[in-house]
């Protein structure tokens, strides 16, 4: 099992909101990255971070930001919130970038806007 | 960049059945293509993989084969059972995961 964890595992807001989604990792990894699901299943890298004090955006553009000021720990941030942000969010984290690394996904966090 | 496509959407077989899905690269410069299993309420998990360099890799029950000419590859899993129902996702990567491309899913249902 990996020991990767994300809370809240729900959350229903209003809009205009902000809110932060947790993201932590025991495993001492450098790198993680934030998905987003939606649900239609496809998976998109918003955020990756190559370790503490890196952050880059994925391919999918996102109005969500992150920071990384300790190993272990990746919070995404909404500064306000809308119905356009539901979704599911996944964190993952891997040892190194090499081909053939594993990636551990967290159990998600599913936001809903209202 | 990358585009993966994954079909089927859905598929559901009878258990002892054998699924098949299959998914195709656009990238010739990829050379990773690892195969996750959703289970529901769950984060993907890596459950097989393969590299350019390899025509097929098996794994007890399931196996993954790889046509780099044709760029598709395709994930088999014999004698299914009820726990293999999960969403399936394909990836390709030509290096790093921030450059690891997800195909659209596929959700399996075995029925006993």
């Known amino acids: 099992e990996a020991d990767i964890y994300q809370t809240p595992r729900y959350l229903v807001i209003g809009t205009g909101k902000k809110i932060t989604l947790e993201c932590s990792q025991t495993?001492?990894?450098?790198?993680m990255y934030w998905y987003q699901q939606d649900p239609g299943m496809e998976l998109h890298l918003i955020h990756y971070?190559?370790?503490?004090?890196?952050?880059e955006k994925g391919d999918l553009s996102s109005e969500s930001t992150v920071s990384r000021i300790r190993t272990e720990h990746f919070p995404l941030t909404l500064e306000s919130a809308r119905p356009s942000h539901t979704s599911q969010y996944l964190c993952?984290?891997?040892?190194?970038?090499?081909?053939?690394?594993?990636?551990?996904f967290g159990s998600g966090t599913q936001l809903s806007v209202l | 960049g990358e585009n993966v496509e994954q079909h089927p959407s859905t598929l559901s077989v009878q258990e002892g059945d054998s699924a098949v899905i299959k998914c195709t690269y656009s990238?010739?410069?990829?050379?990773?293509f690892p195969w996750y299993k959703q289970e529901l309420g769950k984060g993907p998990q890596l459950i097989i993989d393969?590299?350019?360099?390899?025509g097929e890799k098996k794994d007890q029950r399931i196996a993954v084969t790889l046509n780099k000419t044709a760029k598709h590859f395709s994930l088999h899993i014999t004698e299914t059972q009820p726990e293999d129902s999960a969403v399936y996702f394909c990836?390709?990567?030509?290096?790093?995961?921030?450059?690891?491309?997800f195909g659209t899913g596929t959700r399996l249902l075995v029925s006993p």
């Open positions: 993952a984290s891997t040892p190194t970038d090499r081909v053939g690394e594993k990636l551990f």
């Open positions: 495993m001492g990894h450098d790198k």
């Open positions: 971070s190559y370790g503490v004090n890196s952050t």
């Open positions: 990238d010739s410069a990829s050379n990773y």
């Open positions: 393969i590299r350019s360099n390899v």
């Open positions: 990836a390709a990567s030509g290096g790093g995961f921030q450059k690891l491309v």
